[in-house]
């Protein structure tokens, strides 16, 4: 893994705050960093953060000092509480599952969390710990050229740093 071109991502995020988590189907979405709007391609406006996290990969947010697991991605296939019929359940609609029951007041609750480190090993796992002691553990679960993570500046033409079982690659 190139330590250099992975820090010079990285190193911009540490202190910065953690604006929104939310997912994009079963895409783990991150905004990290000053709230902007801009214009989406159909002229809408839409609310960006400086960066953006994107994982498609395994993960989960946990706290150690609590011995507790808070969110995991198997949380987008399970249904939220109050849902009666799981036999119809359908985890692709919005507020219907259990990672968006969880993180509706995930923030709200903790609010303002930062960046605080980050490490990642040989495979490319990724470890973000949060000021408030909660950290984002990101497991590289694939052996082929498929995503697993990517990091970019929002509106910014400077190249994503994409992460895939071969390796970075800027995309």
Known sequence: MDELLFCDYFDRI???????????????NIGIGDSME???????TVKKSTYSLHIQSAWRIVNPRRKEILLVY????????GIEDDQNFNWRVTGDNLFDQKT???????????IESYEVNIWGDLLLVF????????????????????????E????????????????
């Open 14 to 28: 540490v202190g910065q705050p953690i604006d929104y988590i939310g997912r994009v189907i079963d895409l783990l």
């Open 38 to 44: 801009v214009l989406d391609r159909k002229g809408r």
């Open 74 to 81: 198997s949380d987008f296939y399970s249904p939220r509480e």
């Open 104 to 114: 509706e007041n995930y923030l709200k609750k903790t609010a303002p969390i930062y």
């Open 131 to 154: 000021s408030n002691g909660d950290r984002l553990e990101v497991f590289v679960d694939v052996s082929d050229d498929s995503e697993c993570w990517r990091i970019f500046k929002s």
């Open 156 to 171: 910014c033409e400077e190249p994503h740093l994409v992460l895939t079982g071969h390796g970075i690659v800027l995309g």
